[in-house]
T-cell receptor, first 111, second 115 residues
């Protein structure tokens, strides 16, 4: 069954606004990933996190590995139209195991 | 490098028909995998391979077969298509085999409809 939850499911924001989304689980994960999927394309890796409490940035994107190791957060600052897409989190429980994916957060940016 | 390529991009099948979704990568990656994406479900792992000649089941393997005779190719076979297999299918590859790393590269997807 699905092990990761993402919220919100979808969001509509104005261009220039900041965005926050999260990924939660009842299980502990050792690695968290954040992907973005553009319409009609495959997911592309944005950020990888390896340690509890880790904060990593990629341009306007910042992701954090939750202290409890059961959650992760993604923030996008000053959103622009090309930020539109679906954002997925993925977690790996133990080194060498396959990743499990969350259901995604669909982001729409209004001009 | 072309990266990960998938064919066809779109396919419509009738219930009971069989077909093969093709996936190829030119990055000499050890690990390859197939996912299906359904609304509200995220990506679910169907089958994966940690190297040529080695395959294993993922979360939702029923109704699908795979083989890995070369490093480059990892076809997914639907033996008798069912409407429940209507989905978007993604192939992915990673440089690491047994020690799966985060660095997965996804293909553009195949949108399959079974009527």
């Amino acid at each position: 069954g699905q092990q990761l939850n993402q919220s919100p499911q979808s969001m509509f924001i104005q261009e220039g606004e900041d965005v926050s989304m999260n990924c939660t689980s009842s299980s502990i994960f050792n690695t968290w990933l954040w992907y973005k999927q553009d319409p009609g394309e495959g997911p592309v890796l944005l950020i990888a996190l390896y340690k509890a409490g880790e904060l990593t940035s990629n341009g306007r994107l910042t992701a954090q590995f939750g202290i409890t190791r059961k959650d992760s957060f993604l923030n996008i600052s000053a959103s622009i139209p090309s930020d539109v897409g679906i954002y997925f989190c993925a977690g790996q429980k133990n080194y060498g195991q396959n990743f499990v994916f969350g259901p995604g957060t669909r982001l729409s940016v209004l001009p | 490098n072309a990266g990960v390529t998938q064919t066809p991009k779109f396919q419509v099948l009738k219930t009971g028909q069989s077909m093969t979704l093709q996936c190829a990568q030119d990055m000499n990656h050890e690990y390859m995998s197939w996912y299906r994406q359904d609304p509200g479900m995220g990506l679910r792992l169907i089958h994966y391979s940690v190297g040529a000649g080695i395959t294993d089941q993922g979360e939702v393997p029923n109704g699908y077969n795979v083989s890995r005779s070369t490093t480059e190719d990892f076809p997914l076979r639907l033996l008798s298509a069912a409407p429940s297999q209507t989905s978007v299918y993604f192939c992915a590859s990673s440089p690491d085999g047994v020690a799966l790393s985060y660095e997965q590269y996804f293909g553009p997807g195949t949108r399959l409809t079974v009527t």
